[in-house]
């Protein structure tokens, strides 16, 4: 059956937000923020911290399991802590080769190692021989460094070491976060791999989950911004599969109901200045959906206290219940 993966997103997509976005549904499958791996085997306080629903059979509160992502370029390091990271319970554990951040590249990892299809294919085989058979393998890249002449290569590469499933991110690394996403670079590659190959980029909607799927010949995608300015994206395809789930895209007022939800999740964070931020970081993602957020963005952008931005969340709602 299809499947739909919250992307890993670094700095937005942690424990809290994972835990409110498989609430409300539609997702199979997460995928954590990635722990950066060099020259030593990190302590389960670095996989706990990234990855907190470790300590609960390694699945968010709805039940989704979370699939722990590392990134690196040393072999037997990437294969120390994946090994370890098992241990700890992950129930997947998912290799980066896609990170186009310059400190993460200048260290030789992420985007980086989709130069060399070998050093992709030993990292791969060493994590897989260092996981427990019954423990998924997957990795995650994007369809090249400066141009795209590597992308079947590598992905071959990644199968052929023992990946179960390969998530492609379809641009490459000079390419950015630019539209479009090159969905059809993907068909070839699925048409050749005997793995899962998944989908993702600039999904936004469920009329471009249908446009992707459809130029990527790909059952699965993974979806990232796509969900954080629609909380309701997850579902809404989950239903376009053909599960009725009887919902429609949330109103402004539901998702102002979902801020304040989150803004007491996030109070788990102790630390009002980071609750802030996030709150704040939110309100400015959704505006690309919902055009109310980009005004009440506006009014909250200067306040430090997440209760004062709270209380903007809260008069909003009011005014439009009053409205309604
Ligand atoms: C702020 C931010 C942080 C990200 N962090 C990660 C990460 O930790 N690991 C990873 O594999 N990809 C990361 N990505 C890439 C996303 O997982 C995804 O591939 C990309 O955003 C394209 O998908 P989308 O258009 O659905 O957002 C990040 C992207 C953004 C915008």
Redesign the pocket.
């Known amino acids: 059956m299809a499947t739909v993966t919250l992307?890993?997103?670094?700095?937005?997509v942690d424990v809290y937000m994972r835990d409110i976005l498989t609430r409300i549904g539609g997702f199979d499958l997460c995928?954590s923020?990635?722990v950066r791996v060099s020259q030593h085997l990190y302590p389960a306080s670095v996989f706990y911290s990234l990855c907190p629903e470790l300590r609960q059979d390694g699945k968010t509160v709805a039940g989704v399991p979370v699939h722990v992502?590392i990134m690196g370029g040393e072999t037997h390091v990437m294969a120390e802590n994946a090994g370890f990271v098992a241990e700890l319970g992950a129930p997947g554990v998912d290799i980066?080769f896609?990170?186009p951040a310059k400190t993460v590249n200048r260290h030789d990892a992420g985007a980086t190692l989709l130069q060399w299809p070998e050093r992709l294919h030993d990292i791969v085989s060493a994590v897989r021989r260092a996981v427990p058979d019954t423990i998924p393998v997957s990795a995650?890249m994007r369809l090249g460094f400066a141009e795209k002449s590597l992308a079947l290569e590598n992905a071959l590469a990644i199968a052929e070491a023992g990946a179960g499933k390969l998530t492609i991110?379809a641009r490459t690394k000079m390419e950015g976060?630019r539209p479009p996403?090159h969905w059809e670079y993907l068909r070839p590659i699925a048409e050749r791999l005997d793995i899962p190959v998944v989908a993702?980029?600039?999904?936004w909607t469920p009329e471009d989950y249908d446009l992707c799927r459809e130029a990527s010949g790909c059952e699965d995608i993974?979806?990232?911004?796509?969900v954080i300015a629609r909380p309701s994206l997850g579902w809404e395809i989950a239903q376009r599969r053909g599960e009725s789930t009887g919902m429609t895209a949330f109103n402004w007022s539901q998702i102002l109901g979902t801020l304040a939800e989150y803004h007491d999740l996030i109070e788990g964070m102790a630390n009002p200045p980071r609750q802030a931020g996030r709150l704040k970081q939110w309100i400015k993602l959704l505006a690309r959906s919902y055009g109310e957020a980009g005004e009440l963005f506006t009014r909250i952008r200067r306040l430090e206290d997440p209760r004062s931005i709270l209380a903007e969340v809260e008069v909003t709602k009011e005014r439009v219940l009053d409205v309604a």
Do not use: D, L, S
């Open positions: 992307a890993p997103m670094e700095g937005v995928v923020e990635f992502q980066n896609g990170c995650k991110h976060y996403a993702n980029g600039e999904i993974m979806i990232g911004r796509g």
